[in-house]
C-alpha cells in the first residue's frame, strides 16, 4: 500500500527542514553534533546522512496558522522552526527522563553523547526557538515569543506531573486531563497558532486556532496513551509512546508469533463475532478472539521451548513501571481480549439453548374451526376450570 502524505505536511518538511538545518548550524560545534545527531543530519561521528526527523506535524500546522491569517506560508517558517525546534528540545528531555533507548530506529541521543550533553543540546534549542522569533522582523515577533515561552511553561509543568504520577495511586480522571493538556495539548495549541500570531492576525482568530489545538493535542496524547498502554495491538509504534520492549521497531519471528499472529485472529475473530448474520460463524469468530486472547497471555512464556524468539524487554524509567508494561503489554491486553470473547460466547450459548428449549416445547392440538360448536382450547380451559368438570356446563 502506498502512503500519501498530506498536502500540508509535505510543504512543511520542504520549506521547514532546510531552515531547521540552517538554525541547527548556528549552535556551538559540541551541541551542533548532538543535535544533528537527534535530527538525523548526522550519525554519531558527524558525518552527514539523512535519516526520518519525525511527523513534521507541528511545522505544517504553524504554516498553515500564517496561511489562516491570509499570508503565503512561507511567512510562518521561523514560527514553524521555533516550534519545532522546541518540539525536539521535549523529546530530547523526555528520553532521558523517561529511559527511552531508541527513537526513529536509532539509539536515543543521550545513549550515544551521554546524559550531560543530551540536556544541553536541548537547552540550546529551546534558547535557538526565542531567538529565531525575536530576530524575525515579523509584526508578532514578541507576542509570537511569549506564545512560545507559555507553552513551554506548561511542558515543563505537565511533564513534572507526569513524573509525580508515576509515584501515586489516586491519580484523579480530572487530574491526567489537566496533566494532559499542559505536557502536549499545551505546544499543540502553539503550533496551531504562532503561525498567525507571528505575522499579526487578530486575537480573535489567534484565540480561536489555539481553542482547535488545545483539543487536537489533549486527543493526540491520550490516543498515544491508548497505544502505549495497549502497544501489542500496535507493535511497530510503542517505542514512539514511551512504552516499548526493545528492540522496539525491528521486525522479527517473535514479533510475527507473539504480537502480530493473535493481533491479526483477534481482528478476524472480533469481525465476525460482531458482523455474522450466521450463530455458528459467530461463535467461531468468538473462540478465535479467545484462543488469540490466551496466546497473547501464555505466549510468551512458552515461546522459548518453541525456539519462537523473543520480543524483547521492557524500555521504561522505573521498575514499576517496567512490571506494569510487562503486564498490560500482552497479559492484560490478552485477559482483555478472553474476558469479551468469553462474554459474547456465553450470551450466544444462552440463547442458543433458549431457541432449543423452545423449539422443544409442546403444541397444542389443531381446533377444527369448521364446526361451529368448536371453541378454542384456551376458552374451554377459563370457564371449566372454577367448576371442576372440563368441557360441560351445570344445567
Known amino acids: 500500500m502506498t502512503v500519501v502524505m498530506p498536502a500540508g505536511v509535505a510543504v512543511a518538511r520542504d520549506l521547514v527542514g532546510p531552515a531547521t538545518e540552517a538554525a541547527i548550524n548556528r549552535l556551538s560545534p559540541r551541541v551542533r553534533r548532538v543535535a544533528a545527531y537527534h535530527y538525523g543530519l548526522a550519525d554519531a561521528q558527524g558525518n552527514p546522512v539523512r535519516v526520518g526527523s519525525g511527523k513534521a506535524l507541528r511545522p505544517a500546522l504553524a504554516l498553515l496558522s500564517a496561511r489562516a491569517a491570509g499570508v503565503a506560508p512561507e511567512r510562518g517558517v521561523s ?20 529511559g527511552d533507548t531508541e527513537r526513529r530506529h536509532r539509539p536515543t541521543a543521550w545513549t550515544v553523547f551521554g546524559v550531560g550533553a543530551a540536556i544541553l543540546a536541548g537547552d540550546a534549542m529551546l534558547a535557538l526557538a526565542n531567538d529565531l522569533l525575536l530576530e524575525d522582523t515579523a509584526p508578532g515577533g514578541l507576542w509570537a515569543a511569549r506564545c512560545l515561552s507559555t507553552a513551554v511553561t506548561r511542558l515543563i509543568a505537565g511533564q513534572g506531573e507526569d513524573l509525580a504520577f508515576e509515584e501515586r495511586g489516586d491519580v484523579t480522571l480530572p487530574e491526567c ?19 498567525a500570531v507571528h505575522v499579526g492576525a487578530s ?10 489545538g488545545g483539543h487536537v493535542g489533549l486527543a493526540f496524547q491520550l490516543t498515544d496513551d491508548l497505544l502505549g498502554i495497549w502497544g501489542a495491538a ?5 517505542a514512539n509512546l514511551g512504552f516499548s520492549f526493545s528492540p522496539s521497531q525491528e521486525w522479527s519471528a517473535a514479533r510475527g508469533w507473539l504480537e ?28 478465535l478472539s479467545v484462543i488469540a486472547g490466551a496466546w497473547f497471555v501464555i505466549g510468551r512464556a512458552v515461546a522459548g521451548p518453541l525456539e519462537l524468539g523473543d520480543v524483547g524487554t521492557p524500555v521504561a524509567s522505573t521498575d514499576t513501571r517496567r512490571l506494569l508494561l510487562e503486564l498490560s503489554y500482552f497479559h492484560g491486553l490478552g485477559a482483555l481480549i478472553v474476558f469479551f470473547g468469553a462474554v ?12 432449543v428449549e423452545y423449539a422443544r416445547r409442546p403444541v397444542a392440538p389443531p381446533v377444527d374451526l369448521d364446526e361451529p360448536d368448536a371453541e378454542p382450547q384456551s376458552r ?11 368441557g360441560s356446563h351445570a344445567h
Open 79 to 98: 514560527a514553524a522552526v521555533a516550534v519545532e525546534l522546541v518540539h525536539n528540545f521535549s523529546l530530547l528531555h523526555d528520553d532521558i527522563m523517561d
Open 177 to 195: 486531563i489537566e496533566m494532559a493538556g499542559d505536557k502536549t495539548a499545551a505546544l499543540m495549541a502553539c503550533a496551531c497558532t504562532i503561525g
Open 203 to 212: 486575537p480573535e482568530l489567534a484565540m480561536g486556532l489555539a481553542e482547535f
Open 234 to 238: 500496535a507493535p511497530f509504534v510503542g
Open 260 to 287: 502480530v499472529l493473535p493481533g491479526v485472529v483477534t481482528v478476524i475473530g472480533g469481525s465476525l463475532l460482531v458482523l455474522s448474520r450466521n450463530r455458528i460463524t459467530a461463535m467461531l469468530g468468538g473462540w
Open 344 to 355: 459474547a460466547l456465553g450470551r450466544l450459548s444462552v440463547r442458543s439453548f433458549r431457541e
Open 380 to 390: 374451554r380451559r377459563q370457564w371449566a376450570m372454577p367448576f371442576g368438570r372440563r
